[in-house]
């Protein structure tokens, strides 16, 4: 989901620090050039999956929607009740979601895809976006915050009603990382309002989701 002209302030206004893959309430800064992907923790949170795990998601969703880089990028991994408050807000919506997207540039700054309204680009337009982007060296341009309900993740999974078509039955782990892969891709313009666009949008998540590795390492999974 993602509301418009909205900005995640706890995500990108976080203080960036080293920490252990396991410490609540902190952020970690994961470079994966060309981006940083920045992960918070809140606390209480089970663990389901590492942060570079989620940073490796994120980064795949990156390159495979031709976000520019050199970027960056935040990711907070909540619950429910942070969740619901923001859908609330942002979305006009009670109750809890999964995922919620806040991009900082508008579809227009992304390559195109199957969208189903007009899939006209004004010419200016995309020369001003990129313009934007051309920062001076050293700099990257944020292009937004996600925020994920690792409980919602946990009971997706745990129902077998993941995989955003909410009949997949896979790992809570698993279930976290489409999350963060579907957040991702809603930063880069994605969306599923319409038939076309979700069907490209699923193509894609499962496009990114077939490229991870199995393991932190890389190491394919044993059988």
Not at 155 to 173: E, K, L, M, S, Y
Request: charged share 20%.
């Amino acid at each position: 989901m993602t509301p418009k002209d909205a900005n995640l302030g706890s995500a990108a206004d976080a203080v960036l620090s080293s920490a252990s893959d396991t410490a609540e309430g902190t952020t970690s800064s994961i470079y994966l050039p060309p981006f940083r992907i920045d992960v918070t923790v809140r606390p209480g949170v089970p663990h389901i999956a590492s942060r570079h795990r989620v940073a490796v998601a994120v980064r795949a969703a990156l390159e495979a929607a031709g976000a520019p880089g050199p970027g960056s990028i935040s990711v907070v991994l909540s619950s429910d009740s942070e969740l619901a408050g923001l859908n609330a807000i942002h979305m006009n919506a009670s109750g809890a979601t999964d995922v919620l997207s806040f991009p900082f540039f508008p579809p227009e700054a992304f390559p195109a895809h199957e969208r189903g309204g007009d899939p006209h680009r004004d010419p200016w337009v995309a020369a001003a976006l990129k313009q934007a982007f051309a920062l001076p060296p050293g700099l990257r341009a944020h292009l937004g915050d996600l925020i994920v309900s690792v409980e919602r993740a946990v009971a997706q999974a745990g129902q077998g009603r993941g995989g955003q078509t909410g009949d997949v039955n896979w790992t809570p782990a698993e279930e976290l990382l489409l999350l963060a892969v579907h957040g991702t891709l809603h930063i880069c313009g994605w969306d599923h309002a319409e038939p076309v666009e979700e069907a490209a949008m699923r193509a894609m998540e499962r496009q990114v989701l077939a490229s991870l590795p199995r393991h932190d390492d890389g190491s394919p999974a044993s059988s």
